[in-house]
């Protein structure tokens, strides 16, 4: 059994009286939209035609937004609805990145997630969706997709439909008569700044790339506005998380690195851990719902890398303790033991974020190859330039610093420019090398010129001269903190601009 609709655009006349049905059944916050029509117009004057698209959740046979859920909050029903336990959601906003419809929005007022649900208490007693009665063309065909005597089943039988982002391998279950084929195509029509009745909602104002064209004559004119809902936190976690993996892959080899008493035995579990619940407090923080976090634990979704990652921070966070334990107790010898299956923890650490992003089905920026290889190679970056300030002999660590630091670069540089399979990935690369962050332009290129190119630079001086440069700036420590700081914050700056350049195509 699969309920899904079907939208016949032939009867359509865009009258909103769906959307307006469905916000009074089910409550829906103003500003927020579990069904919406979408306004496209073609042509130039005279010659201008307005078509419409109804846009919602596709109730997908293999829906993302169920796998990433963390604590379950999503289930897919036996009858095929999609359907969502507001009073189970953390507010993490995964389900929104797992998405690939802008179909789910965040309830301010309450910190849950929300969607269509096919109105299934109204199912449930044989009633039909708000939207499909209130109707007045009869454009929207509810039913099961299964059943061969259904209404929809016979419409989609007979009639050609198109679908929403099949390329994704969702198996969405909303079928579309005689749209135009451009509004199933987020990107490609013009989005003004204004639209027929209002601004256009202040969200993803980023200008659209120059090189990424869109289909001529052809402008959205309404449409519901989808916020960009991982940011700054997000970023910072890469680099907190960075920071303490790098520290444990390079902790076995801290004597051979140069560091030396305090820094070879204890620094680097002390800023793993540090920096691992530092890490904690920025994902507990940025949730909608901070103070259930702990349905992490209580009620957790195995499939979801959210879990799976909160799993592999726990063992590494008790790994790093205990070798910190066993140095104190002056069991050095298991002390050292440890920090061998810690490094392996610590590259753990720093991977399993390209997992999670692998389920992020509507940000394909995030899910291409480079992502599991980046983040270890910024973890090494990380540690090295976290050690190097307080190593005797640092050249080791400067050494791998610079290394790091080039390869980061490069990886930066070919999720920029390399070849893109999807619409989607291709306008958000285009994104990532225009748009802002904090204020500052063109975030990428600033966080690549002055968080790996400079100081790289700075360093192979530093080896070319002999060592000048430290005794003419306060000594060789001062040099590594301040190179330190200014890698870590053009890190940032990079994590920054791919996670916002990820969320900025529209999807819808």
Known sequence: MQYGFLIDHRRCIGCHACT???????????????????????????????HFAVLRCNHCTKAPCVTICPVNALEKRKDGIVDLDRDA????????????????YLNEDTGAAEKCHFCAHRVEKKLEPACVVVCPETAIIAGDLHDPTSRISQMVAALPTEQRGLEQGTGPNVHYVEVEPTLLKPGLAERPETYIWSDRPPHKTDAWPEEIATEPDTRTVLDAGHRVEWGWHVAAYLVTKGIAAGAAVLAPFAAALGLEGFASAYLPEVLALAFTLITTFLLVHDLARPMLFFRLLTRPNTKSWLVKGGWVLTAFGGTTFAVLVARYLGYDAIADGLRWPNAIFGLATAGYTAFLFQQCEGRDLWQGGLVLPHLLVQAVMCGAVALAPFARHPAGLLVIAVGATLVHAGFAAAERLKRHPT??????????????????????????????IAPSALVIAWFATGGMIPALVGGPAVVMSLLGVVVLAGLYLYEAAFVRAGQLPPLS
Request: net charge positive.
């Open 20 to 50: 307006v049905a469905c916000k009074a059944e089910n409550d829906v916050p103003v500003g927020n939209f579990r069904t919406w029509v979408k306004y496209q117009e073609k042509g130039r004057f005279p010659a201008v035609k307005r």
């Open 423 to 452: 619409d989607n990935a291709r306008q958000a690369a285009a994104f990532l090398g225009t748009i802002a962050v904090h204020g500052i332009p063109r975030a990428f290129q600033t966080s690549l010129l002055v968080g790996a």
């Open 89 to 104: 959601c953390i507010g993490c906003r995964a389900c929104m990145q797992g998405c690939p419809y802008d179909a789910i």
